[in-house]
């Protein structure tokens, strides 16, 4: 990678100790982020931006809090390292950590807003703790770096950044699910948190659905509207997409192949279980979102429904240290001891007991032993954003026999199909698939998990890091084409002089997203007095055409336009009307009997679609979904498509994709057949074409290649120039008759 590489991210990826000698040392952090961006941050120019947590350090003997000396030796070590460490008061770490980050956003993102505080002055802290970050960068930032920023604890850096660097190149990924829509909306600062995110180029997620709730979210609180994902923002286009995290596959295999792994897991066997005992393993962090108590309460179930594995199998409950300042985690914690005191107190035999507890971090080759030495991994959280250790266990038992049973809340899920999926909210589901594991042959355990683990070998942490930083290239390289055809005050400048040296000039222009903006309600669109006024301009020029070629029906566009001395093509040119004579002229013979079939169609559609409707023009159907719930209406179009296409073809008709409509008119009938009445005259020195939409498509391209084609918006298109929205097309448009240039 030519380009410098800024990884952003609440910790940094080295963890500060102190050796036998009393010396500082540095040491890279285990799994998470620290091993799937590590060999990015292992590149010469790379550098990683995150919080040093002094608290972190453990303390040199007598004393209660490191001193300043400890510190700046420390933040060295670090920069030694290439990190740039960011310093936080002891107030702005509980208020940004422990406060908004851990008490509103990951409670709220994960399904539990009971467990979520709005406070102002933690949204307050976090806003400057993320200001803190973007000044941190500023210092260090370089034109053509690529910043990389990770999670939710800095959801507002991107557009902080990008208000300092509009063209620096910019991704971000969230590490947890994002919530839906009715969960999202419960946060005061709702707006914020979207705007901050779309200053990003790329805004990465685990699955589809968090990608969907973020569009469905982002057109909701801040009504804009994407295009497969993709945003028009100020000139730049800002993209979400799906890039699940993998891990080093590699690693974990080759861990448990060791001579002294194999030793491990034998000892481990022997201490965990009877000869012709299983062992069941439960690894997590302790957090509310993992379902630990509902996964110990499943498995006391499991042992009263199927006494017969009374003494047959343990369960090993891992569970690691987590976020201990905040107060929900301390009765967490005291819920599961309890739960395991009370079903082992109950369950328990002489040489037996049903859970074996540990509460503590455990280092990668012990992890890897046990994993190995489990026949079946338990892993059901209420909500998870993917869930690694899911895929972990897999790695190690690289080849060979292990169950897996998996929660479908799991992001991980979309991946390892083959495991046993459960709703972790239905307590006999986990005991039948409890049993269904313990019980299933090795030569189907073995078949199931060689699919997943194909899948897992192949999209590691390593792919997955170069596929978002390669799809972030692609973002940008689409910036710089749209960039180029962006119509800036200079080309403005250029094109209002085209027009006044021309001798004979023609304006094709659409109406709808091109001179008024949509509405919710077609019917309100009524031209203003500026765009009368505009049109009266522009028409009264010497040797000047104005043509508006419009969807709309003849009768909304006469009433609205008909006292202007301009032409109009009304039906995407069915209607072509006589400015002289004030009267409309069918443009070809035309038969609206196919209306008797498709209407029915149409009509159901409705009915079925709260906030669609129908409208019926002359010889065409139109069916508008502006108002309707999004995904209810994507669902409808491709249901609505389906079911006219077995009869649009035997009738001559075609189905057009409009904005928020679908269209039903006779296949002849387009704005581009209708245009080449005037693009066929040789006259014309100065032709302008401009739309917005699918429709207008046709216009762009069977235009002359003298033309001007313009596309309203940002959407792939044949025209080759674009202006952002309907207020700049009217600015170019009034630069044509005024003397004076207005920039945009």
């Known amino acids: 990678m030519d380009q410098r590489l800024i990884i952003v991210s609440n910790r940094l990826p080295y963890k500060v100790y102190i050796d036998d000698q009393g010396k500082l040392k540095a040491e890279r952090s285990a799994g998470g982020l620290a091993s799937a961006l590590g060999p990015l941050h292992d590149q010469d120019a790379s550098l990683w931006v995150g919080w040093n947590d002094h608290s972190a350090i453990p303390l040199l003997p007598n004393h209660k809090r490191h001193d300043a000396k400890t510190i700046h030796e420390a933040n060295d070590l670090l920069r030694s390292h290439r990190c740039i460490p960011i310093e936080l008061t002891t107030r702005e770490a509980k208020g940004y950590y422990d406060g908004f980050s851990n008490s509103t956003i990951w409670p709220l993102f994960h399904d539990f807003p009971h467990f979520a505080h709005f406070e102002e002055d933690t949204w307050k802290t976090y806003v400057a ?49 994002f919530p839906d829509y009715e969960e999202f909306r419960k ?34 609180v801040l009504g804009r509207e994407d295009h497969f994902g993709s945003f028009l923002i100020n000139d730049r286009t800002s993209q979400a997409d799906v890039f699940p995290l993998g891990i080093d596959y590699q690693r974990f295999a080759r861990q448990v192949r060791s001579t002294s792994a194999k030793k491990m897991i034998r000892t481990f066997r022997r201490e965990h279980s009877s000869l012709k005992g299983k062992v069941m393993l439960s690894v997590e962090r302790l957090d509310y979102s993992k379902g630990i108590p509902d996964r110990l309460l499943a498995f006391e179930a499991f042992l009263k429904a199927y006494p017969e594995w009374i003494e047959k199998v343990t369960l090993v409950l891992i569970t690691v240290p987590s976020r201990e300042n905040v107060t929900s985690y301390h009765a967490l914690k005291r819920s599961i001891d309890e739960l395991v005191g009370r079903i082992n107190g109950e369950l328990s035999t002489v040489d037996w007991q049903p859970i074996d507890y540990y509460y503590r971090s455990i280092p990668f080759e012990s992890l890897c032993t046990i994993y190995r030495a489990s026949d079946v991994m338990l892993v059901t959280p209420l909500r998870d954003g993917m869930n690694l250790v899911s895929k972990e266990y897999l790695a190690a038992h690289d080849g060979t026999s292990g169950v897996l049973i998996l929660s479908e809340m799991a992001g991980s899920v979309h991946e390892l199909s083959d495991a046993l999926i459960v709703n972790p909210f239905d307590q006999h589901a986990i005991v039948e698939a409890i049993h269904k594991a313990l019980t299933m042959p090795k030569d189907e355990q073995i078949r199931r998990n060689e699919t997943m683990q194909k899948r897992l070998k192949r999209y590691t942490s390593d792919k997955w890091a170069h596929q978002f930083l390669h799809a972030l290239s692609q973002v940008k390289e689409s910036q710089q084409h749209l960039g180029t055809a962006r119509i800036d005050a200079a080309k403005q400048t250029s094109i209002a002089q085209a027009f006044r040296n021309a001798h004979r000039k023609v304006l094709l222009l659409d109406y709808d997203g091109t001179l008024m903006p949509f509405s919710k309600d077609p019917r309100s669109v009524v031209p203003d007095k500026k765009l009368i006024t505009l049109l009266k301009r522009l028409s009264e020029q010497n040797d000047t055409t104005v043509v508006i070629l419009s969807g709309r029906d003849k009768q909304t566009l006469g009433t609205w336009l008909g006292d202007l001395s301009i032409d109009m093509v009304a039906e995407h040119g069915v209607w072509f009307w006589d400015k002289i004579k004030h009267v409309w002229i069918l443009g070809e013979p035309m038969d609206a009997s196919w209306k008797k079939r ?43 498509k389906n079911d006219l296409s077995s009869v649009v073809d035997d009738l001559g008709l075609t189905i057009m994709d409009g904005n928020k409509v679908i269209e039903i008119k006779p296949a002849s009938i387009e704005k581009g057949a209708a245009a080449h009445r005037w693009f066929r005259d040789k006259s014309y020195d100065f032709i302008l074409v401009a739309g917005d939409d699918v429709t207008d498509e046709s216009m762009f391209h069977a235009a002359p290649d003298n033309a001007l084609t313009i596309k309203v918006g940002n959407h792939a298109t044949y025209a080759h120039l674009s202006v952002e929205n309907v207020e700049h097309m009217r600015k170019l448009l009034s630069s044509l008759v005024n003397d004076t240039t207005p920039s945009n």
């Open 129 to 177: 703790v993320n200001r803190h970050f973007c000044d941190a960068i500023a210092d260090i930032y370089q034109p053509g770096d690529i910043i990389w920023i990770q999670d939710y604890h800095l959801m507002l850096l991107p557009d902080m950044l990008r208000c300092l660097f509009p063209s620096a190149t910019i991704g971000f990924f969230l590490h947890i699910p």
């Open 187 to 220: 946060l005061p600062w709702r707006s914020e948190i979207l705007s901050g995110l779309l200053g990003a180029d790329l805004i990465g997620f685990h699955t589809y659905d968090y990608v969907r709730h973020f569009l469905t979210s982002c057109h909701r």
């Open 598 to 640: 498709i209407r029915p169609i149409v009509e159901d559609y409705v009915d079925r679609t709260p906030g669609s409707s129908m409208e019926e023009k002359d010889y065409s159907l139109v069916w508008h979904y502006r108002t309707c719930i999004r995904d209810l209406a994507d669902r409808r179009v491709c249901e609505l």
